[in-house]
């Protein structure tokens, strides 16, 4: 869970902040030291890494015996109230930068007192907020296998690796749609070069040939954090995404992305899947979002100066405070965010968020014959759609897996079976996280061709210049498309022609 601690009072040095944290506590904190001694609680985390003292005087660490359980560095384990309230107390003192006040995820060995825990917490005078991790996970598709063909990158040193070969790109359906070449033509146009646009996700491929031109950063490193995160996109989604946005163009390679705008990577999955168990009996082993990963990326969103934040994740769970706090002030400082809308529509649509919070750009996905596609969630607080289905796109060049099977073992539990392998290189993958990237950069567009750099404005512009598609039956909005689907030339051609905003 994260707790969200009230702003502690400034001490005149570190020394005197930590001894301030070991000073006494208020019933929450004393019904976590409770858990503590009772060997219930795993670790603390603090979610700013930016706090003043974080690089030389991290608050949690392993503990020397190599064991689970951390220690608050400078508290001996077992002395006192042992290091998980005064882990709280220092971090709220140190940190300046969280939205809202210091948050840190409190995990638990076992969830069965966690509601108890939660209570006592609410009611500690020096707790601003309490609650439960809410759940995010990627909102691709499985793609459809399409016909193999040998990769122009494939090699005879390459045995093994699976290959597709994109399209021409003069044919790539979903840039014909969106009419990206007639916005391109359009008198003094810029495709975005000086525009930064963050993609959180499962990673980025940076040595990959149709995007290494465009990286403007690259954060995956969390050393304080147990799972492991390397360098590597495993899952692929990320670096799908990414080409999307800005695949170099016209590089005689590959596919070309909608804009040249700086791709700001920030890898918020780390490298171990999750049993995720379905009521119908059935198992797998997927990636999930790990909540610490992700509110720093948003944080570090707000100090880059990111213009634009693509989410192609998704998630029944309402926001928490801290993930709340960090999107209104992206919002509040300009950055426009856009997110997908989900991929559910078959189980009724059910709200997903982050595309649900207010002031967020959610994007449905649409197909070739400019419908709805079957997965793309509806709701009312939908934006745009954009082209969804069979988009080609940006993978890795090395091998990597979407999920694993889930096997039973010999003792009835399940346990990592076969990994579902992706492509390399380049593959047409189906979702509204592939929708999504068409309008983030389709907002970096704007801006670069002069449109104000406001999240409400460029809501505006974007609904406004959309295509009314005939599935719409002459509506001017619907919870299925929202005011329609995205038409690049309107967009850009009508900057400082419209207003701000809709009726």
């Known amino acids: 869970m994260f707790v969200r601690m009230k702003p502690q009072p400034l001490q005149p040095s570190f020394e005197a902040t930590f001894e301030a944290a070991r000073a006494s506590f208020g019933s929450g904190l004393q019904a976590l030291s409770f858990f503590e001694r009772a060997g219930l609680v795993k670790r603390v985390t603090p979610i700013s890494r930016e706090s003043p003292h974080y690089a030389s005087r991290m608050l949690v660490r392993p503990s020397?015996?190599?064991?689970?359980?951390?220690?608050?560095?400078?508290?001996?384990?077992?002395?006192?109230?042992?290091?998980?309230?005064?882990?709280?107390?220092?971090?709220?003192?140190?940190?300046?930068r969280t939205p809202g006040g210091a948050a840190s995820l409190v995990e638990l060995v076992s969830d069965v007192d966690l509601r108890q825990l939660q209570l006592?917490?609410?009611?500690?005078?020096?707790?601003?907020?309490?609650?439960?991790?809410?759940?995010?996970?990627?909102?691709?598709?499985?793609?459809?296998?399409?016909?193999?063909?040998?990769?122009?990158?494939?090699?005879?040193?390459?045995?093994?690796?699976?290959?597709?070969?994109?399209?021409?790109?003069?044919?790539?359906?979903?840039?014909?749609?969106?009419?990206?070449?007639?916005?391109?033509?359009?008198?003094?146009?810029?495709?975005?070069?000086?525009?930064?646009?963050?993609?959180?996700?499962?990673?980025?491929?940076?040595?990959?040939?149709?995007?290494k031109d465009q990286i403007g950063g690259y954060v995956y490193e969390h050393p304080d954090l147990p799972a492991a995160s390397s360098v590597q996109d495993l899952v692929g989604h990320g670096t799908h995404v990414a080409g999307t946005i800005a695949a170099t163009i016209n590089n005689d390679l590959g596919i070309n992305g909608i804009s040249r705008a700086q791709i700001h990577a920030f890898k918020i999955f780390d490298d171990r899947p999750d049993l995720l168990a379905y009521p119908d009996g059935t198992a797998e082993f997927a990636y999930f979002v790990d909540p610490v990963m992700y509110l720093r990326a948003l944080l570090d969103c707000a100090d880059a100066g990111i213009d634009v934040v693509?989410?192609?994740?998704?998630?029944?769970?309402?926001?928490?405070?801290?993930?709340?706090?960090?999107?209104?002030?992206?919002?509040?400082?300009?950055?426009?965010?856009?997110?997908?809308?989900?991929?559910?529509?078959?189980?009724?649509?059910?709200?997903?968020?982050?595309?649900?919070?207010?002031?967020?750009?959610?994007?449905?996905?649409?197909?070739?014959?400019?419908?709805?596609?079957?997965?793309?969630?509806?709701?009312?607080?939908?934006?745009?759609?954009?082209?969804?289905?069979?988009?080609?796109?940006?993978?890795?060049?090395?091998?990597?897996?979407?999920?694993?099977?889930?096997?039973?073992?010999?003792?009835?539990?399940?346990?990592?079976?076969?990994?579902?392998?992706?492509?390399?290189?380049?593959d047409a993958w189906p979702g509204t996280s592939m929708a999504s990237p068409h309008v983030a950069a389709a907002a970096a567009l704007y801006i670069a061709n002069g449109g104000a750099r406001d999240p409400a404005v460029i809501r505006g512009a974007l609904a406004s210049s959309a295509d009314k598609v005939p599935a719409m039956s002459g509506q001017d909005f619907t919870p299925d498309f929202g005011y329609g689907r995205?038409?690049?030339?309107?967009?850009?051609g009508g900057i400082g022609t419209r207003g701000s905003g809709n009726d």
Request: overall charge neutral.
């Open 64 to 96: 020397r015996d190599g064991s689970a359980k951390p220690e608050l560095l400078g508290v001996p384990e077992n002395e006192g109230d042992g290091w998980s309230a005064p882990a709280l107390n220092l971090n709220a003192a140190i940190d300046l």
């Open 310 to 426: 693509n989410l192609s994740i998704g998630g029944g769970g309402a926001p928490d405070p801290t993930e709340s706090a960090a999107f209104e002030a992206l919002l509040a400082n300009g950055t426009t965010i856009v997110a997908a809308m989900g991929n559910e529509r078959r189980d009724g649509s059910p709200i997903s968020y982050p595309a649900a919070i207010p002031g967020v750009i959610a994007v449905g996905a649409t197909n070739l014959q400019d419908r709805i596609t079957s997965f793309s969630n509806r709701g009312n607080h939908i934006t745009i759609t954009a082209p969804g289905d069979a988009i080609w796109s940006t993978l890795p060049t090395y091998r990597g897996q979407m999920r694993w099977r889930a096997e039973r073992g010999p003792d009835g539990r399940w346990r990592q079976g076969k990994p579902d392998i992706r492509e390399t290189d380049y």
């Open 120 to 211: 006592a917490l609410a009611g500690d005078p020096t707790v601003a907020s309490v609650s439960r991790v809410p759940l995010r996970y990627l909102v691709a598709k499985s793609p459809r296998k399409p016909a193999r063909r040998a990769s122009k990158s494939a090699t005879p040193g390459a045995r093994g690796r699976i290959a597709t070969e994109p399209p021409p790109t003069h044919t790539m359906w979903n840039l014909r749609k969106i009419r990206w070449d007639e916005a391109r033509n359009l008198s003094g146009f810029d495709d975005a070069g000086r525009i930064k646009v963050a993609v959180l996700d499962t990673g980025i491929d940076a040595d990959h040939p149709d995007l």
């Open 486 to 492: 995205l038409n690049l030339e309107q967009l850009i």
